[in-house]
């Protein structure tokens, strides 16, 4: 029989709505009937423009905001369904790693503290001695020194501040950890340092993983498999170094061909992509931007379908069963 996967994004849409105090409701789908597996032990990577709807779906994974419609299943159980007390009991499982090494990390609680946290809010009556222990041989399993419980963030560097933070991550000892741009604010070094690091945690603690990046190469160097979005869909699945190398969607290969540039705030992006908007309500949400789109993708949705053996691709073009 096969084995369940560990998480199972069924159908997830998510809108928010706003209401400005005149004119009309606006409603902005940043999230357009996801699906995705992930098994035990796989880092999944998730790549897409700013403003994709990345973010909104790792919220989601973690339970941290709820769906407009669909399903999130750790295990097989529906996060949604869980009542607040069983969902806490279940957040042990999974955790999140941020982007922002400074921002995420209190400056005014020591290390131990910070790193102790998961563990404060899930025990009723925490064991003090216990914890210490815990919190001292996580912050060694993460390249750290036991001694540096005792220090506060700003005595670190961004990359030792990412540790800590995976560190905080890991210590209730979650099956999946979800990291949005977790390396995105890292030097290029020090980006690698943490990405071994959290290999590494996979090995040997058999963590897995969403990988939630704008970062192509990171991505490739770290993940089994990956998901492209764009405008809140995912337009194409499949081992990362396959989609890469050889990518199907006309959005993956202009997203792999763009050139990477560095804006004068520093947040990386990609130039030439094309970028003409259009209502994308029933067709293929790139249609506008398709140098291959024929008047079927203005007009009608293209769902995911198997091209190959694991890649998985929306785009009536590439779909030959339906032509
Ligand atoms: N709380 C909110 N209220 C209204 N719109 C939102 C909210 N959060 C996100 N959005 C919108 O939803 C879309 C998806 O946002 P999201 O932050 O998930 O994208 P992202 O891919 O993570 O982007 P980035 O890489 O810039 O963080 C965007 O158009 C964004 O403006």
Redesign the pocket.
Known sequence: MEKAPLLDVRHLT?D???RPLLGKTHT?R??DNISLTIDAHEIFGIV????????????LVMALDRPTSGQVLFDGEDLFSLKDKELKQRRRDFQMVFQDPFGSLDPRQKIGRIIAEPLHVLASKPDKAGIRARVASMLESVGLEASHAARYPHEFSGGQRQRIAIARALITGPRLVVA??AVSALDLSVQAQVLNLLQDLREKRGVTFLF?S?NLAVVNSIADRVGV?YR?RLVEQGPAQAVFKQPLHPYTSALTDAELSVDRFGRQARKNLPNRSAETGAGCAFYANCPIAVERCVHERPELHTVALGRTVACHRLDHTAQ
């Open positions: 998510r928010y709505v706003s902005q940043a999230l897409g423009e700013s403003g994709c709807g990345k973010s909104t779906l790792a919220r949005d741009e939630i704008h979005m809140g």
